[in-house]
């Protein structure tokens, strides 16, 4: 047998280190490698395919804690190992792993009854994404009031605001995590939930809107102006109040989540 | 003795660090007053983001020296630096103005695969050659000397031409870079693969360490795994109280990763290493202080 490059011993060693359970690992790698203390070459090998399995199980937990939490270990580690199987890993911070874990679920259907895990995946990974987000200066209350005095304006959202919406109530769900799963009564999932999530002092905050109001951000967010957003959202919303507009101003004042205004143009 | 030897000696002082971890921010934030001299951040939990760990850990950069220690350089790579990372790596660099920045003597897995995890190469001249082109890339991208770490192995790949020591003591010198002894990492190594710690320890010359690090293995029964569970066992110890008896100004670190204990207990593991220090280069010679510290710590 011709000695290995290095190349070649690495390719050897990385398909040996994932490898499914029911593949055996590579036999010539087993025969050249030196075995440490009293393992044998193939639990030598063995010590690195079960760490691999190991930080990227929890990596996923790490980030799908919620999923975690409902799905409970045994189901979670299944689902886990599955994924990591089909999806190797290709950025270079562990962290930054299992970004398709939402698509996965959705396709795998672990639990039918529970349709909206795939949408507390997103919510999770969303939240993850924020946490790395830059906190932004809010524009002060003042200078909200004398900008609004002069019509058509055209708000700048800081980088960490984002919103969420889904047909269930993912984050009363997500709120649930790191309690005892057999002590809490069985939540009603069917609650469609629209959230505003944002950063202050450097912590997270996510904050419940009504449909109206979520329509009305969303559409400020896209970077129309508050005629145009106003005019979109009374389209799908016609029924919406000046009281309703004002208590999203409110809300907005009050989260901190403005950076900055620009005048009518 | 001369008078340059007797000023060093006089001006020298222990530089133990602790390494930074999430679970202790709470209380760091605080700004406690510590014992510590220095924090060692792992450079992959700082380098993608803007949000709490960069905020903490340039609260931390202003009361002392940091250094980045990564873990996914993988320099040991046939397929050659993620220029991405190199690039972060240096952003993160110019913010944090470290003292010292290290990561692997390792690969890391394929980058359609990677496996996260410090893993063994050959001791070969192919290796070496690679190595060398890689180290001075990365030097030249971030504009400075880095440090690579010896790291735990459990079985050895087929064709080395070098002893562990013999590698790390010729890449050195002919890299520029300087090597971050991890003696349980040697400890480790030793006992797996069934080599004389002392000989390694004794052949690593060292104007070629630029820093230590001292953790704890797990004892599996048939291996020792390198877990950093644990404080560091006193055959540890005994190796660094070996080593620090040559090298005073060298900066030694305290790794702890899985079940961190609270951040006292770390700076316990801290002052026992400042003891040694102290025994061999103190003013005040306390045996039994030395000699207590590789009895109880097990
Ligand atoms: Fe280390």
């Known amino acids: 047998m011709g000695t290995l490059t290095l190349n070649q011993y690495q390719r050897l060693f990385s398909h040996t280190a994932c490898r499914q359970d029911h593949e055996a690992p590579g036999a010539r ?53 599955t994924f990591i199987q089909c999806h190797p890993s290709q950025t270079y911070n562990l962290s930054s792993y299992g970004e398709v874990f939402a698509e996965f679920l959705e396709k795998e259907r672990p639990f039918p009854d529970l349709g909206f895990l795939p949408d507390l995946a997103r919510f999770e990974w969303l939240f993850k994404n924020i946490f790395h987000l830059s906190q932004h200066e809010p524009v002060s209350q003042e200078t909200i009031q004398a900008m609004t005095q002069q019509g058509n304006i055209r708000f700048q959202f800081g980088p960490s605001v984002h919103l969420f919406s889904s047909p269930y109530s993912v984050y009363n769900t997500w709120k649930l995590r790191g309690t005892c799963r057999e002590e809490q009564p069985q939540p009603d999932w069917n609650i469609a939930q629209h959230l505003l999530l944002y950063k202050k002092h450097q912590q997270i905050f996510v904050k419940e809107l009504q449909p109206v109001e979520y329509s009305l951000l969303e559409n400020l967010l896209t970077g129309l102006s508050l005629e145009e957003a106003l005019d979109n959202s009374l389209s799908h ?8 507009i004002s208590q999203l ?12 205004i620009e005048g009518p143009s | 003795m001369n008078d340059s030897y007797t000023e060093a000696h006089v001006l020298s002082q222990p530089k133990v660090g602790l390494g930074l971890r999430p679970i202790h921010y709470p209380h760091l934030e605080t700004r406690p007053n510590t014992s510590v001299y220095w924090f060692e951040a792992i450079s992959e939990n700082y380098m993608d983001t803007e949000g709490r760990p960069l905020h903490m850990l340039q609260l931390i950069r202003e009361d ?46 394929l980058q359609a695969s990677n496996l996260h995890d410090l893993l063994p190469f050959p001791y070969t001249d192919e ?60 400890y480790v190594n030793a006992i797996n693969h069934r080599f004389d710690p002392v000989v390694f320890l004794q052949a690593i010359p ?3 360490i630029g820093q230590i690090h001292l953790a704890g293995y797990t004892d599996m029964g048939t291996y020792l795994f390198d877990t950093h569970s644990k404080p560091a066992y006193p055959e540890v110890w005994e190796l660094f109280s070996k080593l620090i008896a040559r090298a005073p100004d060298i900066p030694v670190l305290i790794e702890w990763d899985d ?40």
Request: hydrophobic content about 40%.
């Open chain 1, 29 to 81: 790698l087993v025969e050249s490698i030196t075995p440490g203390k009293d393992l044998t070459s193939f639990d030598a090998l063995e010590v690195y395919r079960r760490g691999y399995l190991v930080r990227l199980t929890e990596a996923l937990g790490e980030t799908y804690e919620a999923v975690w939490w409902v799905a409970g270990d045994e189901e979670f580690f299944r689902l886990a190992k």
């Open chain 1, 237 to 244: 919303y016609p029924e919406m109040s000046q009281p309703e």
């Open chain 1, 249 to 260: 101003f409110q809300v907005m004042i009050h989260t901190g989540i403005i950076q900055n």
């Open chain 2, 64 to 109: 002392y020296p940091v250094a980045l220690h990564g873990v996914s350089l993988s320099i040991a790579s046939t397929e050659g630096l993620r220029p991405e990372y190199v690039k972060q790596l240096k952003r993160l660099k110019d913010r944090i103005e470290p003292w010292i920045v290290s990561d692997h003597l390792c690969w890391t897995g």
């Open chain 2, 127 to 186: 290796a070496l050659t690679l190595l060398l082109k890689h180290i001075d890339q990365v030097q030249n991208a971030l504009g400075c000397h880095i440090l690579l770490e010896n790291v735990s192995t459990y079985l050895q790949p087929p064709g080395s031409s070098y002893a562990e020591w013999e590698f790390l003591t010729t890449l050195a010198k002919q890299s520029g870079c300087k090597l971050l002894l991890d003696v349980n990492n040697l």
């Open chain 2, 206 to 208: 060292t104007e070629l």
């Open chain 2, 259 to 298: 079940d961190i204990p609270e951040f006292s207990v770390l700076e316990k593991e801290a002052q026992k290493a400042t003891q040694i220090w102290n025994y061999h280069h103190g003013h005040t010679h306390t045996e039994s202080v030395s000699a207590s510290i590789f009895a109880h710590s097990l």
